[in-house]
């Protein structure tokens, strides 16, 4: 991957912001996601593993259409991290984007002018506010679901200027493998934001569609679409599925045991829908 100079501000480098976008059968909302992250990022690659909705014609053509844009096609969701992996030790961030998650970005923006102005610098990983929805209005401009907190957050972004490496067994982009951090850094220096500000006032806050059908070839129920770990995990995940498939269960529970946690709240989404979706 070739990823352009630190972009400058007044003369100075500034932290480049590298958009990971991973996707398979996603095309009901991958087009809003994508177009969502791109202004936060200075370079943004989307990748495809396999799908066989209308979601590549949507990536091919955002890549055409957004400057920063690039688009691979792959044959293993672990081909996402070696396209990244060399960028350990550099002034840059990675923001790791799925087809269901959909950003603020006002918000993003706003965190960018943070980041640029070194409030995160000493900061391994980032973590923001999201609404694990449930439900999505027919105009787009509620949705119901359940928050983190006190769901798990899933945003993934990365300083890998504090790392100097991250290779070994990835199997996808920012899961897996090894970890060396460069010396002042540990896995413990996190931002909690989704525990420090609530839901209505964070710059990084997120609408996980992960209870909702994300490709025209879905079900209504999405539920029980499997996480890619899950698929490309480590032999005792996959034996799990396994018997959960042989006993009559569902193949994966993880939404439920991870995202389905609290009251279910609504809130408003205009913030994340320009009027002519």
């Known amino acids: 991957m070739a990823v352009g100079p630190a972009p400058q501000q007044d003369g100075l480098s500034r932290p480049r912001i590298v958009g990971v976008v991973l996707v398979h059968n996603e095309d009901v909302f991958v087009e809003r996601a994508?177009?969502?992250a791109a202004p936060f990022c200075d370079h943004i690659l989307?990748?495809?593993h396999g799908?066989?909705?209308?979601?590549?014609?949507?990536?091919k053509r955002l890549a055409k259409d957004l400057p920063s844009a690039e688009f691979?096609?792959?044959?293993?969701?672990?081909?996402?991290?070696?396209?990244?992996?060399?960028?350990?030790?550099?002034?840059?961030?990675?923001?790791?984007?799925?087809?269901?998650?959909?950003?603020?970005t006002a918000g993003l923006l706003r965190l960018r002018e943070r980041i640029n102005a070194g409030e995160f610098a000493r900061t391994w990983m980032i973590l923001g506010n999201v609404l694990n929805v449930t439900t999505l209005a027919q105009d787009f401009r509620s949705a119901s679901g359940h928050l983190a907190p006190p769901c798990r957050s899933m945003t993934k972004l990365y300083n890998f200027a504090a790392i100097s490496s991250w290779d070994g067994d990835a199997p996808e982009r920012l899961h897996g493998g090894e970890v060396?951090?460069?010396?002042?850094?540990?896995?413990?220096?996190?931002?909690?934001?989704?525990?420090?500000?609530?839901?209505?006032?964070?710059?990084?806050?997120?609408?996980?569609?992960?209870?909702?059908?994300?490709?025209?070839?879905?079900?209504?129920?999405?539920?029980?679409?499997e996480n890619i770990m899950e698929k490309?995990?480590?032999?005792?995940?996959r034996v799990i599925r396994t018997l959960r498939r042989w006993v009559g269960l569902p193949v994966t529970n993880w939404k439920d045991s991870r995202y389905r946690r609290g009251p279910e709240v609504t809130v408003s989404t205009t913030a994340f829908f320009p009027l002519e979706s």
């Open 180 to 225: 060396v951090f460069r010396p002042g850094f540990s896995n413990s220096d996190r931002r909690m934001l989704h525990d420090e500000v609530p839901w209505e006032e964070s710059d990084f806050r997120c609408l996980h569609m992960c209870f909702l059908s994300r490709s025209s070839k879905e079900s209504a129920d999405a539920a029980t679409r």
């Open 72 to 104: 691979h096609r792959l044959s293993h969701p672990r081909e996402s991290h070696r396209l990244i992996a060399g960028l350990a030790g550099q002034d840059t961030w990675i923001f790791a984007v799925d087809g269901d998650e959909i950003y603020d």
């Open 34 to 36: 994508v177009r969502n």
């Open 232 to 237: 490309y995990g480590n032999s005792w995940q």
């Open 51 to 59: 799908s066989t909705d209308a979601t590549v014609p949507i990536l």
């Open 46 to 48: 989307l990748m495809d």
